[in-house]
């Protein structure tokens, strides 16, 4: 069955620092999306991308995040110089139409 | 403004017992509707959605969820819990204007041997 595939599984950083998220959405998907959760709340949604621009993004994806699909496979989120707050697990997720599907998180832990 | 809410931050059941988590949802438009299970470390799991039709939906693994519209609700259910139902469970709500899917707070689920 496809799936949306995300890495790194778990990224370590010292605050001040780049950081990238790498996910590959499922292959004939249209929409994109990152999502955060603060560990064990509530899910936020980041961003979501359509048509290889943003269509929507919340008020936590500030300057300091940018998104992009470079390669018409993989979607990419940049954090340009993380915070201490920005420790979260980062879900990838794509869909066709509505129904989304997620990939398995990339955690962040931010030093 | 458009919100999903699960009123309880966790839910206890025995093993053997019916189980019901329960969600609200405030969206403009027609409602989509869905439920996700999250283990412990692990993602989102899609367990089951409503886009239209029957009112009573089903999904993965024997749960099941029914739309109400004029109690906006969609509660999850399951007529005989298993010990590895325990999980983190996220009631979410897509309108068609938005484009994005709101969560709720999430709502822990125990099933007790």
């Known amino acids: 069955e496809p799936e949306v595939t995300q890495t790194p599984s778990h990224q370590v950083t010292q605050m001040g620092q780049e950081v990238i998220l790498r996910c590959v959405p499922i292959?004939?998907?249209?929409?994109f999306y990152w999502y955060r959760q603060i560990l064990g709340q509530k899910v936020e949604f980041l961003v979501s991308?359509?048509?290889?621009?943003?269509?929507?993004k919340s008020e936590i994806f500030d300057d300091q995040f940018s998104v992009e699909r470079p390669d018409g496979s993989n979607f990419t989120l940049k954090i340009r110089s993380t915070k201490l707050e920005d420790s979260a697990m980062y879900f990838c997720?794509?869909?066709?139409?509505?129904?989304?599907?997620f990939g398995e998180g990339s955690r962040l832990t931010v030093l | 403004a458009q919100s999903v809410a699960q009123p309880e931050d966790q839910v206890n059941v025995a093993e053997g017992n019916p189980l019901t988590v329960k969600c609200t949802y405030s969206?403009?438009?027609?409602?989509?509707l869905f439920w996700y299970v999250q283990y412990p470390n692990r993602g989102l799991q899609f367990l089951l959605k409503?886009?239209?039709?029957?009112?009573l939906v089903k999904g993965s693994y024997g749960f099941e969820a029914e739309f109400n519209k004029s109690q906006t609700s969609f509660h999850l259910k399951k007529p005989s819990a298993l010990v590895s139902d325990s999980a983190l469970y996220f009631c979410?709500?897509?309108?068609?204007?938005?484009?994005?899917?709101?969560f709720g707070q999430g709502t822990t689920l125990q099933v007790k041997p």
């Open positions: 997720a794509s869909s066709f139409i509505v129904e989304l599907f």
């Open positions: 292959s004939n998907h249209l929409y």
């Open positions: 991308f359509y048509n290889n621009e943003i269509s929507e």
């Open positions: 969206v403009s438009g027609n409602p989509y």
């Open positions: 409503y886009i239209t039709g029957d009112n």
């Open positions: 979410a709500g897509f309108s068609g204007n938005t484009g994005k899917l709101i």
